[in-house]
């Protein structure tokens, strides 16, 4: 694992130990690890959600059927056929 080192006031510091104490943490890096994984899940749910939105906001809806996914699986055969210079 790789040391990463930070400084913080005090105010901080002892808020940090405050949290390891009261929370169950075995060291104050637990905690801090435990926080950053935390932003890491909400940044990429807020990414997935703007990514959803963006479909959503994309254009007219189209009906998915077993007969839309055979011509897209169609389109996208010919098309890697193309790239690859396969038959």
Do not use: F
């Not at 901080?12 to 130990?17: A, I």
């Not at 703007?50 to 189209?62: F, H, M, T, V, Y």
Request: charged share 35%.
């Amino acid at each position: 694992m790789a040391s990463l080192n930070i400084s913080l006031p005090q105010s901080l510091k002892e808020y940090v130990e405050g949290q390891v104490t009261s929370c169950g943490y075995s060291t104050p890096s637990e905690y801090l690890r435990e926080l950053l994984r935390q932003d890491q899940k909400k940044r990429a749910e807020e990414k997935l959600e703007a990514l959803l939105l963006e479909g959503l906001n994309s254009g007219d809806p189209i009906e998915i059927t077993p007969e839309y996914w055979e011509r897209k699986r169609t389109q996208l055969v010919e098309r890697h056929k193309k790239k690859t210079g396969t038959r």
